[in-house]
């Protein structure tokens, strides 16, 4: 079963993974607040539906919970890809990680 919540280090070990198997892994912004430290993608739905099929999306708003509890609705937005949550949100984000 694959998990639907990645911490900033599952996302930055998952992002190199995808990166070498041609799957991009976006960080996507709910909250209209970018990361300090890495691209981010503003949350657009008619944009965002252009990515390739099983791209991963990893949302994430302030503390995780809003962007956890809305997973359903951008998986049937996106069925086509990936979509997770970022375990803690911004406010969990460490620039010592990067």
């Not at 949302?59 to 049937?76: M, V």
């Not at 086509?80 to 970022?86: A, F, G, N, V, W």
Request: include cysteine; hydrophobic fraction near 30%.
């Amino acid at each position: 079963m694959q998990k639907n919540e990645w911490s900033q280090a599952e996302y930055l070990k998952n992002k190199r993974i995808n990166n070498k198997k041609g799957i991009q892994t976006i960080l996507i912004d709910t909250i209209n607040t970018s990361i300090e430290g890495i691209q981010t993608v503003l949350y657009n739905p008619f944009i965002l539906k252009d990515y390739p099929e099983n791209t991963v999306f990893v949302f994430y708003c302030d503390t995780g919970k809003s962007t956890y509890e809305r997973l359903n609705e951008y998986q049937k937005k996106f069925p086509d890809k990936r979509c997770i949550s970022l375990k803690g949100g911004r406010g969990y984000w460490r620039k010592t990680l990067v």
